[in-house]
Nanobody, 123 residues
Framework: QVQLVESGGGLVQAGGSLRLSCAASGSTFSRYAMGWFRQGPEKEREFVAS????????YYADSVKGRFIISRDNAKNTVYLQMNTLKPEDTAVYYC????????????????WGQGTQVTVSS
């Protein structure tokens, strides 16, 4: 069982940056693949980025590739999402998710979810 708590959301102007954090409970954090997803107003939840456990392999959605960076600190049980060059279309609630074993990009493949943190990008 993993509990996830996101933080770091807020209001930022277009072109700005934010760093989201997701703190996980439990002592086996390194065994979990971690993902970030987002859900904008009247939109489906979509994949943003994911990272594997030990190897730290990463995947990104095309819409954020080159602007966002996912990273993790297994000693702190935390995964981060550094978001740069933010655009108004990045406005969404951002969710952290975890799954035991291999890295995935579909929301349905993740078993544990945080409560979400709002990111609003003004034009």
């Amino acid at each position: 069982q993993v509990q996830l708590v996101e933080s770091g959301g807020g209001l930022v102007q277009a072109g700005g940056s934010l760093r989201l954090s997701c703190a996980a409970s439990g002592s086996t954090f390194s065994r979990y693949a971690m993902g970030w997803f987002r859900q904008g107003p009247e939109k489906e939840r979509e994949f943003v980025a994911s990272t594997s456990g030990i190897s730290s392999a990463t995947y990104y959605a095309d819409s954020v590739k080159g602007r966002f960076i996912i990273s993790r600190d297994n000693a702190k049980n935390t995964v981060y999402l550094q978001m740069n060059t933010l655009k108004p279309e990045d406005t969404a609630v951002y969710y952290c998710a975890a799954r035991l074993a291999t890295i995935k990009t579909r929301a349905n493949d993740y078993d544990y979810w945080g409560q979400g943190t709002q990111v609003t990008v003004s034009s």
